[in-house]
């Protein structure tokens, strides 16, 4: 796609969102464009490869100049916003459902997924930092380190988006462009996806 073509993309924008944005990637909506800055790269080359495989519609990808990726917003409404109750039907939920188990049924992405002992380690660690600097009460931590203990059990590995949120899950498609953390390992996963 020639620059002429992405002006144009991005012409006559009155407003530039923050979709997200953290030391490691920030997500902007620019129309009716998803711009994408990641400083990891791999993980942007993962996202476009996982976008790729899933057996689900996936925003199509205008572009690509590192660090910045730029992928087309896909059509829908969301299924509902944090803190906000859903007026979608449950016919869309369940719609949403059938999409996530046809990408839990699809082919592992070639990749490997985060490992059990890893995941027990990061948790171990960030439960210990909270309560040696005083941030938690240490028994909050512990009932809750309980808790988190329930998804740290042995799984079967699927293919899965890995940070879904309601917000990109939608009434007629999916419409996540936040696929870098596109993986293969189970978790729960309420519907399907789009751009964050």
Known sequence: MTSV???AT???VEEV???VAHHERATLRVGDVFLKVDADQTRTD???EAMIMAPI???EILWRRPPVLALAALSGTALGRLGEPSTASSAAWAAAGAAARMLHDAPLPPWPGRRLDELASRLDGECEWLVTNGVLPADLVTRNRRVAE???RPWTPVFM???LQIAQC???TTRSPAWSTGRRRARAMPCTTSPA
Request: glycine share 4%; proline share 8%; charged share 15%.
């Open 5 to 7: 073509v992405n002006s």
């Open 10 to 12: 991005l012409a006559d």
């Open 17 to 19: 969102e923050v979709v």
């Open 46 to 48: 993962v996202e476009v």
């Open 57 to 59: 519609p996936t925003p």
């Open 150 to 152: 329930a998804a740290l």
């Open 161 to 163: 988006h890995g940070d």
């Open 170 to 172: 939608s009434s007629t």
